[in-house]
């Protein structure tokens, strides 16, 4: 069976990781060089890279800055603010605006340039993770433009809570350079084509025997302490504070995904699993990473990809106690992206994010996934006297989440039940 990775992570590669997703796009936005004089060209830099398995229309609109911030005029030169173009499937490209800061520009900091940044496109299959994923193994485009690109200053800034308006800074020194003219020609760069997936394809099929072997030692009692840690402090970072209960639920559905039980007790081939296909790409990468603590190694590379796939697996075990409110496989992706991306730092946060369908899924792996010294009967009871105390906070769309949560925690009850495992008993790491 051949592994389909996902398309890498080549903006992030470019960025340091800097991105703002907009939905089936993401971008980014710099200038170099950060500080410029007047008459002395800068580089206006948008990166952008398609998520999808279609073509999409995009339009780019630029703002220039009238004055600073005293109010002074401030003029600057570009050869044009408007753009359109197509964006082939999986596509990244990269549009290179020069503009030039004029007489009688006073010196500054932080003079801002908005651009929106538009796109249409038919509904397509996601082919990158919303937070990224693993940097390409291999580029065409050559590495001085690679190391020139890496050197702007990206940001990921959006203009007032907008969704699609970016902002950038620059500053404006008290030197000018002569004035003479200068020809300004903006440029649109493809940086990577849909293509150069038939060698990342194989590349990974080779590194498959590696990656396995280093996914054989990913057993609980080396990656659960990092997991469970990082997911706390995500979700805190996200403005949604866990309680012990759902901390560990969490935890317990992405350790399941990642620990070998899920291929054993799902007849889950590993290879059809996302963070595999990544952990492949990783690999290939830097071969040292394999050297790595295994928790961190986790953590640091293939959290989210983890996520992605234990969202998936939580959905199809908890649709047959739900009665199928679980929604269908595109409400699952696009809803699986958007809490992705709130875990990147972006988007509001929801209370849904918590139980649907990850505290689910692990409530329903929890007395297969053992925490030292916890009664798999203390995330029920935990769980249970949570749900009271955010009963009282919920909203009405909230409201269904813990009616699925409930019939949820009565399945596992009889489970455990079943399974022998009494109130007295205390699960055991690995």
């Not at 940097?135 to 690679?146: A, G, N, Y």
């Not at 925490?371 to 949570?386: C, M, N, Q, V, Y």
Request: include cysteine.
């Amino acid at each position: 069976m051949a592994i389909e990775p996902m398309y890498p992570d080549v903006l992030g590669a470019i960025t340091g990781g800097a991105r703002v997703n907009i939905d089936k796009l993401q971008c980014a936005l710099g200038v170099f060089p950060r500080r410029s004089y007047l008459n002395q060209p800068a580089e206006l830099v948008l990166v952008l890279q398609n998520m999808v398995d279609q073509t999409m229309k995009v339009q780019v609109a630029v703002q220039l800055p009238i004055e600073n911030a005293e109010g002074r005029p401030a003029v600057f030169d570009a050869p044009k603010t408007s753009f359109a173009f197509n964006m082939d499937a999986g596509e990244v490209s990269a549009l290179r605006i020069p503009i030039l800061a004029l007489s009688p520009t006073p010196p500054g900091a932080d003079y801002p340039v908005r651009v929106a940044v538009r796109y249409r496109a038919p509904e397509g299959r996601a082919v990158r993770l919303a937070s990224g994923g693993a940097p390409p193994t291999l580029m065409k485009l050559s590495p001085i433009k690679f190391q020139v690109l890496k050197e702007v200053e990206f940001s990921a800034e959006l203009w007032h809570g907008s969704a699609d308006i970016l902002t950038t800074y620059f500053d404006i020194a008290a030197k000018a350079m002569p004035f003479q003219e200068h020809e300004l020609k903006p440029r649109y760069d493809i940086l990577w084509r849909r293509e150069e997936m038939n060698e990342e394809r194989r590349r990974v099929q080779e590194k498959a025997p590696d990656a396995r072997r280093v996914a054989s030692t990913f057993t609980q009692d080396k990656i659960l302490p990092a997991v469970l840690f990082a997911v706390e402090d995500r979700y805190t970072r996200g403005g949604l504070t866990l309680s012990p209960a759902e901390a560990r639920a969490i935890t317990k559905m992405i350790v399941y995904t990642l620990d070998g039980l899920a291929q054993r007790a799902d007849k889950l081939d590993v290879r059809d699993t996302i963070w595999f296909s990544t952990l492949c790409q990783i690999l290939l990468h830097d071969p040292k990473i394999e050297e790595w603590d295994k928790g961190d190694l986790v953590v640091e590379y293939l959290l989210e990809a983890a996520v992605y796939d234990a969202m998936m697996m939580a959905y199809r075990m908890i649709e047959p106690i739900v009665k199928g409110n679980v929604g269908n496989q595109a409400d699952r992706v696009s809803y699986t992206n958007r809490l992705l991306t709130w875990m990147i730092g972006q988007g509001d946060s929801n209370v849904s994010y918590i139980y649907l369908p990850l505290a689910m899924g692990g409530v329903m792996v929890n007395h297969k996934i053992g925490i030292r010294g916890e009664s798999p009967w203390s995330i029920i009871d935990e769980l249970r006297k949570t749900y009271v105390n955010r009963s009282r906070l919920l909203k009405n769309d909230e409201a269904a989440v813990f009616d699925m949560l409930n019939k949820i925690l009565d399945q596992e009850e009889k489970e455990m039940k079943r399974a022998g495992i009494r109130r007295t008993s205390t699960g055991q790491l690995g």
